[in-house]
Antibody, heavy 116, light 111 residues
């Protein structure tokens, strides 16, 4: 069974940093792209970024609002993808989900609250 | 401001049909990029309903169907059931933004 589990969310002040983790199981992780999607409280879904599989170059892309502040890395030996979030802003608050490349499987999400 | 526009809310009685529209532009749906649809219940992760415009993952009832024409796409739900309540989102890729984009979301209520 495919499973994605996010962790690392917490309450943090503006300008701070957080690293989220997404641990996957139930599928050949090394061949799969992983997306990060967020949802602000009471709002819709917003794509944050994506890392391709290593055999497809491991290319990383980000949405404009987070470009230059967020980074993604993957550790295929641990079936894990990390979302490093720096220079956090209040508007980065929300539930962060990881999902497979085709958005066909999603984790349960982890809550990031940026507040002073 | 979402790149893909959906009606904020729709409602229907049990057994009726509702259709959710997703209006895009020449840089996303109109450029031929695939449209996918998701259903989300409060406090839970989205669930894929339709992929590549018209295909259903295993386990999704055939009451759900997708279509696409020009710069728009639609999701039809026939034989509406109480469990169909929730938020629905369309999603595609936008070449001008070089980003995946989601619709603004539609809240479906079963009367």
């Amino acid at each position: 069974e495919v499973e994605l589990v996010e962790s690392g969310g917490s309450l943090i002040g503006p300008g701070g940093s957080l690293r989220l983790s997404c641990v996957a199981s139930g599928f050949p992780f090394t061949t799969v792209w992983i997306n990060w999607v967020r949802q602000a409280p009471g709002k819709g879904l917003e794509w944050v970024g994506r890392v391709k599989s290593e055999n497809q170059g491991g290319t990383i892309d980000f949405a404009a609002p987070v470009k230059g502040r967020f980074s993604i890395s993957r550790d295929d030996s641990r079936n894990t993808v990390f979302l490093q979030m720096d220079s956090l802003k209040i508007e980065d608050t929300g539930v962060y989900y990881c999902s497979t490349g085709g958005f066909d499987h999603w984790g349960q999400g982890t809550l990031v609250s940026v507040s002073s | 401001q979402s790149v893909l526009t959906q009606p904020p809310s729709l409602s229907g009685a049990p057994g009726q049909k509702v259709t959710i529209s997703c209006a895009g532009s020449s840089s996303n749906i109109g450029a031929g990029y695939a449209v996918h649809w998701y259903h989300q219940l409060p406090g839970t992760a989205p669930r894929l309903l339709i992929y590549f415009d018209t295909s259903r993952p295993s386990g999704v009832p055939d009451r759900f169907s997708g279509s696409k024409s020009g710069t728009s796409a639609s999701l039809a739900i026939t034989g509406l059931q109480a469990e169909d309540e929730g938020d629905y989102y369309c999603q595609s890729y936008d070449s001008r933004l070089s980003a995946y984009v989601f619709g603004s979301g539609t809240k479906v209520t079963v009367l």
